[in-house]
Nanobody, 123 residues
Framework: QVQLVESGGGSVQSGGSLRLSCAASASGYTYGSYYMAWFRQAPGKEREGIAAIDTFGRPTYADNVHGRFTISQDIPENALYLQMNSLKPEDTAMYYC???????????????WGQGIQVTVSS
């Protein structure tokens, strides 16, 4: 069982930056044994995977955020991060972190999900 809690969202102007955090608590398995990812969902749109990180720390990014967003994790702190730079209005969405013991890459099939946090980018 894994509990995930996102923080760090908010409102920012176009071109600005935000850093999202996801605090994870896991029972039975250590945090470092989970595959982690960030997803987002805008109103009226499907949930999309934007960044994932495997158990070796290797990242995967969606094309529309590659070069602007960076996923990282602090295993001793059980924390996942998403540094978002050069934000655009189209990045406005609810952002979710997710975890699974199986690598789901950017597919929205992860077993555990946070409650989500809003990011709003104004032009």
């Amino acid at each position: 069982q894994v509990q995930l809690v996102e923080s760090g969202g908010g409102s920012v102007q176009s071109g600005g930056s935000l850093r999202l955090s996801c605090a994870a608590s896991a029972s039975g398995y250590t945090y470092g044994s989970y595959y982690m990812a960030w997803f987002r969902q805008a109103p009226g749109k499907e949930r999309e995977g934007i960044a994932a990180i495997d158990t070796f720390g290797r990242p995967t990014y969606a094309d529309n955020v590659h070069g602007r967003f960076t996923i990282s994790q602090d295993i001793p702190e059980n924390a996942l991060y998403l540094q978002m730079n050069s934000l655009k209005p189209e990045d406005t969405a609810m952002y979710y972190c997710a975890a699974d013991r199986v690598n789901k890459y950017l597919l929205p099939a992860y077993r555990y999900w946070g409650q989500g946090i809003q990011v709003t980018v104004s032009s």
